[in-house]
């Protein structure tokens, strides 16, 4: 009966955590996901809207993006040739260059990436005090480090409180049954043979 009873707790077990690791790393720490060939099939972020174009971004890729024009912004390149010149350099891999042809006909600024609108605010905020954007745009990068760095912090916080789950379901029973039960059952049988 008992191999029985720890088999059914590990097949339980194996059941719960069934799936690759790689995967299930990946979806917790909200990465994109790689397919058979090696290429990533980007999957959607929360909050980035795809359009038939448009793929979703990693924080660390739209800050390095951003990194780029604030360095073509220190050189001394206008706003709109800094976001085509980075948007050519990284394939439009963040949706710049839909911003900088909005800026250089002078329509509306939409973004794809609702990530995107504290740039177009500092572009904004340029155009209407005359400070550089360079700096600030350098403090949205950081911004969207810092809150991918945070994220991947809960996500490690929140695997260890899930990789206890097979310990309290499969170890601790085990160890009742192979440990505790088999000594209950011995002082139960002296107790008896004591008393009655």
Excluded: K, N
Aim: charged residues 20%; glycine residues 8%; hydrophobic residues 45%.
């Amino acid at each position: 009966m008992l191999p029985i009873l720890i088999g059914v707790c590990v097949g339980f077990g194996v059941l719960l955590w069934s799936g690759s690791t790689r995967g299930r790393l990946q979806s917790l720490l909200g990465e994109d996901r790689t397919d058979s060939t090696g290429t990533e099939a980007a999957t959607p972020e929360t909050g980035t809207p795809e359009s038939g174009t448009a793929r979703a971004v990693a924080d660390d890729q739209l800050a390095f993006d951003l990194d780029l024009v604030a360095i073509c912004l220190t050189s001394g390149l206008p706003i709109p040739v800094a976001l085509t010149l980075t948007a050519e350099a990284t394939d439009d891999r963040s949706g710049l260059q839909r911003i900088a042809r909005a800026m250089t006909i002078g329509g509306r600024r939409l973004a794809d990436d609702d990530r995107l609108l504290p740039v177009l605010e500092v572009f904004e905020f340029s155009e209407h005090t005359g400070v550089g954007p360079a700096p600030l745009i350098e403090s949205v990068a950081e911004e969207l480090r810092a809150s991918s760095r945070r994220r991947r912090q809960e996500a490690a916080a929140s695997l260890g409180v899930q990789l206890v789950l097979p310990l309290g379901v499969c170890i601790l029973p085990a160890f009742l049954l192979l440990s505790v039960v088999p000594v209950v059952i011995s002082l139960l049988s002296d107790l008896t043979t004591v008393f009655f």
